[in-house]
């Protein structure tokens, strides 16, 4: 089924470590996105990404990074992480062409 | 730099009430605008883009350019409207820009 996946969906974790959040989608988009959210409020886009080999950072900086080999795939990683990354994490994707954005159900990550 | 605006972090309706959802945009050129909609528990989801112009689960939304508005509408609510709904918009080549977000709560 063509969908947008986030793994895992929650994590909790200690300062200091390198933590990877996956993101995988099916449908075949070339665009993909990162935002990070807090409860209740606006979502920023911390990174995109328009093809294989191509990321920008976005609007909310961020010590995050991010890498697009292979066209599903758009893993976030953060090498050390401190309580100030504790947050939600939502990868989307959009087709060529099209500016509607599909949404994964999201990370949640805490840094304790 | 593109901004929504939507002044309500919370709007709370009687069933059967109308609803009308505040956003405004602020973009010099051409923007496309949308809604999205979080129910409990599940993922964001588009609820309806100005381009298509159409009518989803009883919900329209009209551009005004004038007002750079984009208000999300509903004339009689209904419980399972009860949701948190984000106004969006973009112009040019990057991403989504999202408002901050209006939670519906729509009583019985």
């Known amino acids: 089924e063509a969908d947008i996946y986030q793994t895992p969906r929650y994590l909790v974790i200690g300062t200091g470590k390198k933590i990877t959040l996956e993101c995988s989608q099916t449908?075949?988009?070339?665009?993909m996105y990162w935002y990070q959210q807090d409860p209740g409020m606006e979502l920023h886009l911390i990174h995109y990404s328009y093809g294989v080999n191509s990321t920008e950072k976005g609007d909310l900086s961020s010590e995050s990074t991010v890498s697009r080999i292979r066209t599903e795939h758009f893993p976030l990683t953060l090498e050390s992480a401190r309580p100030s990354h504790t947050s939600q994490y939502l990868c989307?994707?959009?087709?060529?062409?099209?500016?509607?954005?599909?949404f994964g159900p999201g990370t949640r990550l805490t840094v304790t | 730099a593109q901004r929504v605006t939507q002044p309500e972090k919370l709007l709370s309706v009687f069933k059967g009430a109308p609803v009308e959802l505040k956003c405004n945009y602020s973009y010099s050129g051409s923007p496309e605008l949308f809604w999205y909609v979080q129910y409990s528990r599940q993922r964001l989801q588009l609820l309806l883009r100005?381009?298509s112009r159409e009518s989803i689960k009883g919900f329209t939304a009209d551009l005004n350019k004038g007002e750079t508005s984009f208000h999300l509408k509903k004339p009689f609510a209904q419980e399972e409207d009860s949701a948190m709904y984000y106004c969006a918009s973009i112009g040019g080549r990057r991403a989504l820009t999202f408002g901050s977000g209006t939670r519906l709560q729509v009583q019985p």
């Open positions: 989307a994707s959009s087709p060529r062409g099209e500016n509607e954005q599909y």
């Open positions: 100005h381009i």
């Open positions: 449908m075949g988009h070339d665009k």
